[in-house]
């Protein structure tokens, strides 16, 4: 009989329907389907997808039995009977004219009689002592005609292979070849077996360690850009109790007809209270009061004497209106009528002129539109906070109907959750020329805003009597930072990183003036994990500038933060103890507080000003550039004696003056800039070229010995544009063994340094930001500890890290073009220097021994990541 010569297992087949598919095509065509998740030796035929490492596979490979596509019983339900298998014979491309079939050696060998299976002939002793994988590896074994025996081996036995897990000195002293487990797929693939492996990770990690490693990477490259762009796209702040908004497809009483005659009536004599209760009593969903009505209520409310209790209810009148009738679900009329309410009353131009009035009377400022009462009466102060909590309530309702599905419309409005054009968030903070960018006129007054709550809260020692508008305004950037993004993700990636980049760098600008106490608060309590990681980011960094350690604008990875925010707390420790979170904002050439110090005319010092100090040629050159290309080391004292000058300051190209100064061999004018504090950035680079090479590509080996004196060995690890580092520029010994003997000397000096920190305030700022930066990047770009062996991300992560074992980072981004993968590759080769103790060991005394909270809470995390980097290095 047919059924007797075609007997069917499945495997890797994911897809519910699919698979159905294939089963009923089997039994159409009187075959059999064997069900289970472990290999039948009844089974004639297996039916994968693609090339698994799983046992169903492996074994039927070592039984010799077919492994075909589920084409192969597609077309063959189309054909009416069975087809020949060859055509669908599983193969694995290896990019050269042939494909490589992997079953194809041992099934001709078994159908010809040559072998019976892959292992005849094999008497193993299996020592594996967890059970079921025992079990799991004996089945593979029996599939190939292996005889398999347990521990203890019988008296009059013999066996060919001891195969053990772990190896032990136990396992060797039989008298017979002792081998891993994974030597069973090398037997069956050979060479070939780096082309077995696959995402689906079915068997134990003994089998997965068996040389799996891509050739060729371009397929990991893929997979990598997918994995970024499923985390770049995952829902962001998932409000799992919202509301308890209207369920369209749940029945609810609908009002019906209501005169609201008399509400109008009552308000024109002045009877607010009772058009209140009127109106309470007729909210249902689907019934919207007169917009008329409830604007004369605001405008009541906003006058100052309307009572605690009125103010109450008219929240609970606002708030019932909003969960019985959520704009996010009903037609753009629901849309306008929420827009014309919310808004001031008198001058109607709109939510956000309404939003700042609020804002601003919450913090004591003067309103934007009208003035109210003064000061601040407590019922107003409640009222307006409320107010602001209902409209964060209501675009929090729209960024739900866009990112988790939860509020599904009803057919008859004709809306999809992605339709956004008419969306209150767009018309409240962007205007329809402003929504390609993120920072609109009015985020930019939201920011400030911000800043302004942040100041208040810090006077207040209490945290319960902080004010409330501080969380509020935080809520309200997250969710409008997750919209714009959400909009925009999938039309242009590239204008969202822009987006948030420009939203960051000008938050950083204007939170120059705030406490170091402040910041690292501020970035703890924002919501958006996307927002909290670049805000950090941004702060950090400018937190470092602004005190003489500059760490780069490139984009942020594990590898950034180990490299060079770790040294950077270091420069904070140290730094001295009136050093602040900012000075301000820079102009091109000097510091604004420089220009408002020396440029007056009733200055003192004014003829200790050098001449042409605040002018700027075509190339963005400033004087203090100029003076040390010509080596005139008095214009260079004079201006850094100055207060407030910015020592780093670049022109149009990005060369700073100490660049100026190694390229055209000004000793004096360097030994200045090093003696300056803050200290100048030495490891800052223009097209690949730091300040050390470019004195060496210039030949003045004295500016270079200067530099590593002063900054130690860690200017030998920088490379160019071309991967060269100083020590490739010098092709003498003599000369080399100099700059070894320079580092050394300052390596010495840096060591011998004082533990004490000096500025313990700024250090915990700089720790509290780069803890919050690690966690969040985690969070964010998917980086786990360690994981489950079926969890597909650690897998494409064990893959990854097994290529980083076996080959450079620059061999397998080699040709890549995705930069979003290729620092994901630098994570993970990161992550393996840290378990390695690569940058814990260089990170400075100080900061080490530093007692601070937050400092002791980085170094739990930093521990904590190379633990993680020990199990998943453990896991190879």
Same mark, same amino acid.
């Given at each position: 009989?047919?059924?007797?010569?075609?007997?069917?297992?499945?495997?890797?087949?994911?897809?519910?329907?699919?698979?159905?598919?294939?089963?009923?095509?089997?039994?159409?065509?009187?075959?059999?389907?064997?069900?289970?998740?472990?290999?039948?030796?009844?089974?004639?035929?297996?039916?994968?997808?693609?090339?698994?490492?799983?046992?169903?596979?492996?074994?039927?490979?070592?039984?010799?039995?077919?492994?075909?596509?589920?084409?192969?019983?597609?077309?063959?339900?189309?054909?009416?009977?069975?087809?020949?298998?060859?055509?669908?014979?599983?193969?694995?491309?290896?990019?050269?004219?042939?494909?490589?079939?992997?079953?194809?050696?041992?099934?001709?060998?078994?159908?010809?009689?040559?072998?019976?299976?892959?292992?005849?002939?094999?008497?193993?002793?299996?020592?594996?002592?967890?059970?079921?994988?025992?079990?799991?590896?004996?089945?593979?074994?029996?599939?190939?005609?292996?005889?398999?025996?347990?521990?203890?081996?019988?008296?009059?036995?013999?066996?060919?292979?001891?195969?053990?897990?772990?190896?032990?000195?136990?396992?060797?002293?039989?008298?017979?070849?002792?081998?891993?487990?994974?030597?069973?797929?090398?037997?069956?693939?050979?060479?070939?077996?780096?082309?077995?492996?696959?995402?689906?990770?079915?068997?134990?990690?003994?089998?997965?360690?068996?040389?799996?490693?891509?050739?060729?990477?371009?397929?990991?490259?893929?997979?990598?850009?997918?994995?970024?762009?499923?985390?770049?796209?995952?829902?962001?702040?998932?409000?799992?109790?919202?509301?308890?908004?209207?369920?369209?497809?749940?029945?609810?009483?609908?009002?019906?007809?209501?005169?609201?005659?008399?509400?109008?009536?009552?308000?024109?004599?002045?009877?607010?209270?009772?058009?209140?209760?009127?109106?309470?009593?007729?909210?249902? #969903?689907? *019934? +919207?009061?007169?917009?008329?009505?409830?604007?004369? =209520? !605001?405008?009541?409310?906003? /006058? $100052?004497?309307?009572? &605690?209790?009125?103010?109450?209810?008219?929240?609970?009148?606002?708030?019932?209106?909003?969960?019985?009738?959520?704009?996010?679900?009903?037609?753009?009329?629901?849309?306008?009528?929420?827009?014309?309410?919310?808004?001031?009353?008198?001058?109607?131009?709109?939510?956000?002129?309404?939003?700042?009035?609020?804002?601003?009377?919450?913090?004591?400022?003067?309103?934007?539109?009208?003035?109210?009462?003064?000061?601040?009466? #407590?019922? *107003? +102060?409640?009222?307006?906070?409320?107010?602001?909590? =209902? !409209?964060?309530?209501?675009? /929090? $309702?729209?960024?739900? &109907?866009?990112?988790?599905?939860?509020?599904?419309?009803?057919?008859?409005?004709?809306?999809?959750?992605?339709?956004?054009?008419?969306?209150?968030?767009?018309?409240?903070?962007?205007?329809?020329?402003?929504?390609?960018?993120?920072?609109?006129?009015?985020?930019?007054?939201?920011?400030?805003?911000?800043?302004?709550?942040?100041?208040?809260?810090?006077?207040?020692?209490?945290?319960?009597?902080?004010?409330?508008?501080?969380?509020? *305004? +935080?809520?309200?950037?997250?969710?409008?930072?997750?919209?714009?993004?959400?909009?925009?993700?999938?039309?242009?990636?590239?204008?969202?990183?822009?987006?948030?980049?420009?939203?960051?760098?000008?938050?950083?600008?204007?939170?120059?003036?705030?406490?170091?106490?402040?910041?690292?608060?501020?970035?703890?309590?924002?919501?958006?994990?996307?927002?909290?990681?670049?805000?950090?980011?941004?702060?950090?960094?400018?937190?470092?500038?602004?005190?003489?350690?500059?760490?780069?604008?490139?984009?942020?990875?594990?590898?950034?933060?180990?490299?060079?925010? *770790?040294?950077?707390?270091?420069?904070?420790?140290?730094?001295?103890?009136?050093?602040?979170?900012?000075?301000?904002?820079?102009?091109?050439?000097?510091?604004?507080?420089?220009?408002?110090?020396?440029?007056?005319?009733?200055?003192?010092?004014?003829?200790?000003?050098?001449?042409?100090?605040?002018?700027?040629?075509?190339?963005?050159?400033?004087?203090?550039?100029?003076?040390?290309?010509?080596?005139?080391?008095?214009?260079?004292?004079?201006?850094?004696?100055?207060?407030?000058?910015?020592?780093?300051?670049?022109?149009?190209?990005?060369?700073?003056?100490?660049?100026?100064?190694?390229?055209?061999?000004?000793?004096?004018?360097?030994?200045?800039?090093?003696?300056?504090?803050?200290?100048?950035?030495?490891?800052?680079?223009?097209?690949?070229?730091?300040?050390?090479?470019?004195?060496?590509?210039?030949?003045?080996?004295?500016?270079?010995?200067?530099?590593?004196?002063?900054?130690?060995?860690?200017?030998?690890?920088?490379?160019?544009?071309?991967?060269?580092?100083?020590?490739?520029?010098?092709?003498?010994?003599?000369?080399?063994?100099?700059?070894?003997?320079?580092?050394?000397?300052?390596?010495?000096?840096?060591?011998?340094?004082?533990?004490?920190?000096?500025?313990?305030?700024?250090?915990?700022?700089?720790?509290?930001?780069?803890?919050?930066?690690?966690?969040?990047?985690?969070?964010?770009?998917?980086?786990?500890?360690?994981?489950?062996?079926?969890?597909?991300?650690?897998?494409?992560?064990?893959?990854?890290?097994?290529?980083?074992?076996?080959?450079?980072?620059?061999?397998?981004?080699?040709?890549?073009?995705?930069?979003?993968?290729?620092?994901?590759?630098?994570?993970?080769?990161?992550?393996?220097?840290?378990?390695?103790?690569?940058?814990?060991?260089?990170?400075?005394?100080?900061?080490?021994?530093?007692?601070?909270?937050?400092?002791?809470?980085?170094?739990?995390?930093?521990?904590?990541?190379?633990?993680?980097?020990?199990?998943?290095?453990?896991?190879?």
């Amino acid at each position: 009989m047919e059924s007797c010569t075609h007997v069917f297992q499945i495997s890797g087949i994911k897809n519910r329907d699919k698979k159905k598919a294939v089963v009923q095509g089997i039994l159409q065509l009187g075959g059999k389907y064997i069900g289970g998740s472990v290999y039948k030796c009844a089974s004639t035929h297996l039916i994968i997808p693609q090339v698994l490492s799983s046992e169903k596979f492996l074994a039927a490979c070592a039984a010799g039995k077919w492994v075909v596509t589920p084409n192969y019983v597609l077309d063959s339900v189309k054909n009416g009977s069975w087809l020949a298998e060859e055509p669908y014979e599983i193969s694995i491309s290896t990019g050269s004219t042939s494909d490589f079939y992997p079953v194809r050696q041992w099934r001709e060998k078994v159908t010809s009689g040559r072998l019976t299976g892959a292992f005849q002939g094999w008497k193993v002793l299996l020592m594996v002592q967890e059970p079921t994988r025992w079990a799991m590896f004996k089945r593979l074994l029996r599939a190939g005609k292996a005889k398999v025996y347990h521990c203890p081996l019988p008296s009059n036995a013999s066996v060919t292979h001891v195969m053990a897990k772990p190896v032990t000195e136990d396992s060797k002293s039989h008298n017979a070849p002792c081998y891993p487990v994974s030597f069973i797929v090398q037997h069956l693939f050979g060479r070939n077996c780096m082309d077995i492996y696959n995402l689906q990770d079915e068997l134990p990690v003994e089998i997965r360690k068996a040389s799996f490693v891509d050739a060729d990477f371009s397929r990991l490259e893929v997979e990598l850009r997918e994995y970024v762009l499923k985390q770049e796209g995952w829902p962001r702040l998932c409000f799992l109790e919202f509301l308890g908004y209207n369920d369209p497809h749940r029945p609810q009483s609908q009002a019906t007809e209501t005169d609201f005659t008399n509400v109008g009536s009552m308000i024109e004599c002045g009877l607010f209270i009772e058009a209140l209760d009127s109106i309470r009593s007729a909210v249902y #969903p689907g *019934l +919207l009061p007169p917009a008329a009505y409830l604007v004369s =209520l !605001v405008e009541y409310a906003q /006058q $100052g004497s309307a009572t &605690s209790v009125f103010l109450r209810n008219f929240q609970q009148v606002m708030n019932n209106l909003l969960v019985t009738n959520p704009p996010w679900l009903a037609p753009s009329s629901a849309k306008k009528y929420f827009a014309q309410v919310l808004q001031c009353p008198r001058c109607k131009t709109g939510m956000w002129p309404f939003l700042e009035t609020a804002i601003s009377y919450c913090l004591s400022g003067e309103a934007t539109c009208h003035q109210l009462p003064g000061p601040a009466l #407590p019922t *107003l +102060l409640h009222f307006h906070s409320d107010i602001l909590a =209902l !409209v964060l309530k209501l675009f /929090q $309702g729209e960024l739900h &109907s866009i990112t988790k599905g939860d509020f599904v419309l009803s057919e008859e409005t004709g809306l999809s959750p992605s339709s956004s054009s008419g969306s209150l968030l767009y018309g409240t903070f962007w205007t329809v020329w402003e929504r390609s960018t993120l920072l609109s006129r009015s985020v930019k007054q939201l920011l400030q805003h911000l800043i302004q709550a942040a100041n208040e809260g810090h006077t207040v020692r209490d945290r319960r009597q902080e004010p409330r508008i501080l969380q509020t *305004l +935080l809520d309200f950037l997250s969710v409008l930072v997750e919209f714009w993004c959400k909009q925009n993700f999938k039309l242009n990636q590239k204008l969202v990183e822009k987006g948030l980049r420009d939203l960051t760098e000008h938050f950083a600008v204007i939170s120059q003036g705030l406490s170091p106490m402040i910041l690292p608060d501020l970035v703890s309590r924002t919501h958006s994990t996307r927002l909290k990681l670049l805000i950090a980011d941004a702060i950090f960094r400018d937190l470092c500038t602004r005190n003489g350690f500059t760490v780069g604008d490139d984009p942020l990875s594990l590898k950034k933060m180990m490299i060079s925010y *770790l040294p950077a707390l270091g420069s904070l420790a140290k730094s001295p103890t009136d050093a602040r979170i900012g000075t301000g904002p820079t102009s091109q050439g000097m510091s604004c507080s420089t220009e408002s110090s020396v440029g007056k005319e009733t200055n003192p010092e004014k003829e200790n000003i050098p001449r042409g100090l605040h002018r700027v040629n075509a190339a963005g050159e400033t004087l203090l550039h100029r003076a040390c290309k010509r080596n005139q080391v008095e214009t260079v004292l004079q201006i850094l004696a100055l207060p407030g000058t910015d020592v780093n300051v670049k022109d149009y190209a990005g060369w700073t003056p100490l660049h100026e100064a190694c390229n055209h061999g000004s000793t004096a004018c360097v030994e200045a800039l090093l003696r300056h504090r803050p200290t100048p950035v030495l490891n800052s680079q223009v097209g690949g070229v730091s300040p050390v090479h470019d004195a060496l590509l210039n030949g003045h080996m004295d500016i270079a010995k200067m530099l590593l004196e002063h900054a130690g060995s860690v200017l030998l690890q920088q490379t160019d544009g071309d991967g060269r580092t100083a020590l490739d520029l010098v092709f003498s010994l003599n000369q080399r063994e100099e700059l070894l003997h320079s580092a050394q000397i300052g390596d010495a000096s840096l060591r011998n340094e004082a533990t004490e920190v000096l500025n313990l305030p700024l250090l915990e700022a700089g720790s509290s930001l780069l803890a919050q930066l690690i966690i969040s990047y985690q969070r964010e770009r998917g980086l786990q500890g360690r994981a489950q062996p079926d969890d597909k991300p650690y897998s494409l992560g064990c893959r990854l890290l097994r290529a980083l074992k076996e080959h450079s980072l620059q061999r397998v981004t080699a040709g890549w073009s995705d930069q979003r993968a290729v620092r994901l590759v630098e994570d993970a080769e990161a992550l393996l220097e840290l378990c390695r103790g690569r940058y814990l060991g260089q990170m400075c005394r100080a900061v080490i021994e530093c007692k601070g909270e937050n400092t002791l809470f980085l170094m739990a995390i930093l521990k904590d990541l190379k633990s993680q980097g020990e199990a998943l290095h453990a896991d190879l």
